[in-house]
């Protein structure tokens, strides 16, 4: 079963939403992100919200927009594996989005495929323990294993298909460095 066809019926469904950045005309996609509802609507709060709200979900979305245009992320600072870069565990592919700006935020969730992220959750940095991030990579796990399923059909026969999760790739692997500037 293709990634792109699991990820097509996980939208359908509502159990993910692909986050479709703002591009400017001389930028191409060269990366997918999807999301979970709730992680969202966070990114995407009514015009009501708060200010710094508002203001703060458009900092996240640029830096959404940078990942899917191709910028680098090869960076420790902007993409970490918690399993090896943080703790020294067996790399089970759980990642982390790391937004900079205060408040610090991280999103986490991990790639089907190159260049498609998953973000399953998010939390500011603050809220989180300083070592040993163990229920957020669990919720990364339970939430791949019980949401990330779908029934999907193919040449008329309905099969269940599961997203997998990337295993023992490097940041450099999971994100060619390609800008998403077109001519060049």
Request: hydrophobic share 35%; proline share 4%; charged share 35%.
């Amino acid at each position: 079963m293709s990634t792109d066809a699991v990820l097509e019926a996980l939208c359908q469904s509502g159990a993910l939403v692909k986050y479709e950045a703002e591009l400017d005309e001389d930028e191409s996609p060269q990366r997918r992100v999807y999301l979970d509802p709730e992680v969202h609507a966070w990114i995407n709060p009514p015009d009501s919200a708060a200010k710094h709200k508002v203001k703060y979900a458009a900092t996240v979305r640029r830096f959404l927009k940078g990942f899917i245009v191709g910028n680098d992320f090869d960076d420790i600072s902007k993409l970490k594996n918690l399993d090896v870069d943080e703790f020294d565990d067996p790399d089970e592919g759980v990642w982390a989005l790391r937004i900079q700006r205060e408040p610090k935020t991280r999103i986490f969730g991990g790639f089907p495929h190159e260049n498609i992220f998953i973000g399953t959750h998010y939390y500011l940095r603050s809220k989180l323990p300083k070592k040993k991030w163990t229920e957020e990579k669990s919720k990364v796990h339970t939430q791949w294993a019980g949401r990330y399923k779908a029934v999907v059909e193919v040449s008329g026969t309905k099969s269940v298909a599961a997203l997998k999760r990337l295993r023992f790739k490097t940041r450099a692997e999971l994100t060619s460095n390609n800008k998403g500037r077109k001519n060049g």
